[in-house]
């Protein structure tokens, strides 16, 4: 999903957008159909609900947000997207007043958690809204991605106030609501009876690199997404991540 004109970009969606496609043709093989049935709960204007639509798949996009959606819609256009993707104003929370139960290959929930009430409840009718064998994208902002992201902007105050606090926020200027560790995310996505499959750190350097050395050094942005890459799937780079990407299945 790399954009030639936006490539620094791709730093914020290559290690998600390479799992989920991979999952999505694993999804294509093991159904036995070219297209899938896609929701993107907390979708906004599209941002993987279009390159998914671009993949030849089905996309319904729930979302809160009226001006998302239109969006989202001016962006399906755009990419000649239109007929394969449908926005729908609702919430996580009253999911199923606007979707079917049960109704989908794969149910994409990225950025969402952090917005949503009852994390718990909000993930469980995402986990609700999916086939037998379908596949869970959920991506979410760590903690400890934002604890070392303060902590190196000279916020230290800041930053172990995020550490200690429930919900993880920095303070009352804080715009994230809740973040998560790899462990409370694994926790919440077993609560709703599916099996997780894999977890990604994501954004572990990009946040902290400084712009001009990834601008302007011959090759810089390639080898930083190689080492994006290569720390995704290491345990040990979780805890440090800006987002984490739990990557889950239903029996
Ligand atoms: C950070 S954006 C992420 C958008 C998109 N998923 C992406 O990855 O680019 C968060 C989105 O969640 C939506 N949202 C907020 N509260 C929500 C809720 N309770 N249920 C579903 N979506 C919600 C917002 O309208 C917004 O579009």
């Known amino acids: 999903m790399s954009d030639p004109l ?35 709960t907390g979708g906004g204007s599209g941002n993987f609900a279009v390159p998914v639509a671009r993949l030849g798949h089905r996309v319904t996009v729930v979302d809160p947000s009226p001006n998302a959606l239109f969006a989202l819609e001016r962006r399906a256009a755009e990419a000649g997207v239109a007929d394969r993707i449908r926005g729908v104003q609702g919430d996580a929370h009253g999911l199923f007043d606007v979707v079917e139960r049960g109704g989908y290959d794969a149910v994409l929930c990225h950025g969402v958690l952090e917005y949503v009430d009852d994390p718990a409840e909000g993930l469980a009718n995402v986990a609700g809204a999916l086939r037998p064998a379908g596949t869970l994208s959920l991506l979410a902002a760590g903690l400890g991605g934002a604890v070392l992201a303060r902590a190196l902007a000279g916020h230290f105050t800041e930053a172990r106030r995020a550490l200690t606090d429930p919900a993880g926020r920095w303070g009352e200027g804080d715009p994230v ?20 499959g894999a977890v990604h750190g994501v ?6 690199v400084p712009g001009v050395l990834v601008d ?5 942005l390639d080898a930083l997404l190689k080492l994006e890459a290569a720390a995704a799937e290491q345990p040990a780079f979780h805890s440090v991540a800006t987002q984490l990407h739990v990557l889950a299945e239903r029996d």
């Open 6 to 40: 936006r490539p620094r970009a791709s730093l914020r969606t290559a290690v998600v957008w390479d799992v989920l496609k991979d999952a999505l043709e694993r999804r294509v093989k093991a159904a036995g159909r070219d297209a899938l049935d896609v929701l993107d």
């Open 177 to 196: 609501p809740r973040r998560f560790t790899a462990e409370q995310l694994t926790e919440l996505v077993t609560a709703t009876g599916l099996q997780v």
């Open 203 to 208: 954004r572990v350097f990009a946040d902290l």
């Open 216 to 220: 302007t050094e011959p090759g810089a």
